[in-house]
């Protein structure tokens, strides 16, 4: 695994986590509509509160993913479930509508795991 991969592994997952469990009922200028917290952006893309479940994926994967620093067979599984995962929320901003600046954060950390999953399949 490259140097690279590894410092983007780390703010993948440590994005992730801030997001997920320190931030996520603080208004960002990334949320989607006119949302203040990770509730309120669920309801802005149509989702019940049953889909922050995804929470708790993203923040599973995120940890598999700084693991995999250490123990590199979790890396191309962790980092394909969050590309999937940032595939999707960058798919929702565009959907409802919003500035192209709320879709960053989401397309940013999709390339980043499309960086770590091509560094971890090249051997």
Known sequence: MSQISKILSAVVSFTIINVW??????????RGG????LYEEF????LSDYFLIIGTIKVS???????????KK????????IA?????A?????SVGDELIK???SSVMLLSCIIIIYSSLKK
């Open 34 to 37: 006119n949302a203040s917290n």
């Open 90 to 94: 960058a798919y929702f901003h565009f």
């Open 21 to 30: 469990l320190f931030r996520f009922n603080k208004s960002t200028l990334y």
């Open 103 to 105: 879709a960053l954060p």
């Open 61 to 71: 994967l995120a940890v598999f993913l700084l693991v995999g620093i250490f123990y």
């Open 43 to 46: 309801e802005v893309y149509g």
């Open 84 to 88: 999937i995962m940032m595939l999707a």
């Open 74 to 81: 979790l890396t191309l599984f962790s980092a394909s479930g």
